[in-house]
DNA sequence: TTGACATATGTCGATATGGGTATATGATGC
DNA sequence: GCATCATATACCCATATCGACATATGTCAA
């Protein structure tokens, strides 16, 4: 097996950081394809292949209006990625450093009585 | 030029779902390499390729101890991510409802009399 | 209808991937 | 020294990627 395809989560389309590129600049407002190619100065086949994958993981809407496509931010999509991430911001945060001894006071204790596996 | 390396980035590291996996069982302590393997099913030599990723990208630090090797997660590497994507907590979170929709006027109003692009 | 514009798709090439399996390295205990 | 345990690395394969470029589709305007 190869390594998953980009199409396949929100973790892998965003993996690439032009894709991010892209969405911050959709977070901002609606905008024309033709929009993104000049403000991130990526060649326009590249930046369409992107939106197709941004679409395929449901970040993106598009929206037709004449011969433009109005393509959208859905943030939705990208909710698992915070939410997996959020849980790790403890480890980083000051804010976080006692409740940090506590648990690893509880585990330690866990692991002395409990211990089946190991 | 193909997909950037899994080794890149935090981001691409990340875009695995065995390698979060891992993360998520060294999020609650130390563990031998053999330990993952047990909990997570997978095969010692796959186990040693992710973990290799995710020490390139500083997502865990190791610590030799006799014959096994002691990995440690270290959350701090995991920031940008959280940091990209919070911002986009916003579109999911009633919470910011009410601030969405003053910041959307504010840029209609800022499109109706700036507008010097599009 | 023809031509210009906006966007999407196809093809090619180089590359890194992840699984599987085999094997190397390295520490421990006898 | 030798067998065993713990881990890392090497090799093979099938596959999807991204960039570049060419081209197809579709819309508007004259």
Redesign the interface.
Known sequence: MA??A?TT?A??A????RR?AI?DVL???ERPVN?LV?LLGIAQPQVSKHLRVLREVGAVDVREEGRQRLYR????A??P??D?????????SDRFDELDIVL?EL?DKEDEDGGT??
């Open positions: 390594r998953a980009t989560d973790f892998n965003v993996a690439e950081p991010r969405l977070a901002r407002g929009d000049g931010l859905n943030g939705q990208l909710k990625i915070h997996w991430v959020k849980d790790y911001e403890r480890t980083w690893e585990k596996d190991r």
